[in-house]
């Protein structure tokens, strides 16, 4: 079926199909000649667009042959072998690194990338082509902490590639929710092998050749750590993300103690992550936001609601002591929220008084001074739980007049959110409800609401003092977050020769003394959509394609004998042109096909034939509206005893029922989308 799917797709993006036009005026009476040439021209800026947005996204066949010199990557020498299949490009999301020893090697994290704004694609994970060509070598997953940046790729990528995965309590908590929610089948016999590290007790595991070693640091999730790895070249550690922060709500405080002993005893090199280091000072401590919350619950009129990201668990428990100081229950919404908090309660790293949780069908049975309803939303994400209850589609819960909205988190940067969060927040004013933004909470006279979990550049620069490594290399972040990492680095005195801005697929190999980039693997990006299942780049091309310039399908029925039409010709068009507004346009299609049919069926071979019909009408739609759907010709030949048959040279026509299944898939996947986007962000 897919194989079909994308053999079709393949054949159209081979024919010239789209046309790029957005300035068409539709509709009868804008009739503009147009030669075939310009029309094929514009099909052709059309598909160079789908392609220069869907290219941001190939596979590792596809990346182009000339950034695959793959050098002598292959040796097997004593070097160590760093190796970003994620993670040193954009924002650093599906960050994954590959350490590799001669014989062995171990992956550090392994996550997904919720930033991919493809149609009907949920999110990317890392290609692993080259892990898979070293399969044998793979001893474990050790990851840094729980956010899905770090762990959204292990559900596909460990029942291919298995191997035990390591991390500390909260963060294996984190991967056993994940495993649980996913939405594909495990391979028969898949057995998900974890193994909890204390990260506070600096306990040593072996892995093959390497000993491995959690270092507790803070971030804005629970169990954070470094990740120390001992190789027979030297020690490497993988910060994972983090911020120093001084007060942490847990008192779980980074510990900088054992950073510093580890740089006393020697670090060869340091991978540090990158977010934010064109920020200048240091991250406010997320106990500056805790008073915020008193003075705004000590002045709500009604009831409150919080929006915030579900694995925040250190700020959900901030809220829940606020709210029992107030004398006020506590409701979850959003399906992340409640799983994550379930998850957090169990393994004891949420404090909660009895009696304090009620359920969200209740809240309409408590007086509005009681309640406070936790949920996740405040992205702006069209189908979460607030969003829902702001619309007035929530079950249990409407937003009315006097209700209090706070907005604990920021806009996450280069994703369009904030445009989303200013429409929600237009929508929640028009009815009267209080909302606090932390963008605004000076003017609103209330403390700060968000404080970001990644560190600021003087606490970079704290890290690199603290290991005192011989090799710097600044990992999950974009280029120029990492380069402006490489000159804080150098700054606190590293060698300039000893750093090194790498790209995916870049093999980095460090001997004793010496850092130099041996060659290049296989990387690129694999695309997963609603259900788990992988999408080629093919397809997502061509729904670039059809969303651009919509569909268009002629159905002919013609005569074997004497190659008349039978009927007249069928047009059925999906996201082009309104049929009823355009009779015109539609009316000169059918008579230009009966033409077409009359001086050309017989006198072609039927593929020749079709191949004609669909450029032709391709031409005549372009002179018509400047715009170039796709367009499909299915040829029905009725022979002589009066069988149809029928030749369709693409995917099928579509059909109301069709269409119903369309919406509801679309229905699923924003609430996918919105519940993965809730439970936390890659730069917060
Ligand atoms: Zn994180």
Redesign the pocket.
Known sequence: MINNNERNNQRMNNKPEKPASNNAKNGAGSIRPASRGAAIRAQKRTQDDAHRIANQYLDASAVKPDDQRRANFIDDGPRLKIIGLGGMDGGGSKNMLLIEYMNDAVILDCGNDLGVDLPGINYGIADTAYVESIKHKLRAYII????L??IGGLPHIVPKLPAPIYGSRFTIGRVDEIFQNFGMPLPEGFELRTVIMNEDTHEKLKIGPFMVELVRIT???PG?TCVVLDTPVGRIINT??FRLDPNPLDHERSDTDRLKELGNEGVLALLS?S?TTERAGRTPSESTIEQSFVDIMDRAPGRIFVAIFSTNINRIQMIVNSAVHHNKKIALDGRSMISTLEMAVRNGFVRIPKGTFVPIANVSQLQDHEIVVVCTGGQGEPSSALQRMASGDHRHVKLKEQDTVILSSTPIPETGNDALIGTMVDELMRKGVHVFRHETHDIDGVGPLHVS??ASIEEYRDMIDMTKPTFFVPIYGSYRSKQRHIEIAVEQGIERKNTYNADNGDVIAISGDKLEIIGKVPYGTILVDQTGAIVSNVVVKDRLILAEEGLVAVVLTIDKKNGSLLTSPDIISRGFIYMRDNEEIMNGLRQELRRAVGQRFKRVDLDRFKQEIKEHVTHYLFEQTQRSPIVIPVVNVVGGKGEVRTFVNNTSTPTKSAEDIALEQQRRFEEMRSRLLGQ???T?
Do not use: F, K, L, Q
């Not at 840094?144 to 956010?147: C, D, F, L, M, P």
């Open positions: 840094t902490h729980g956010h940046d770090h971030h804005s999730i954070s994972g993300d992550e977010t979990g990644h936390d962000a890659r917060d």
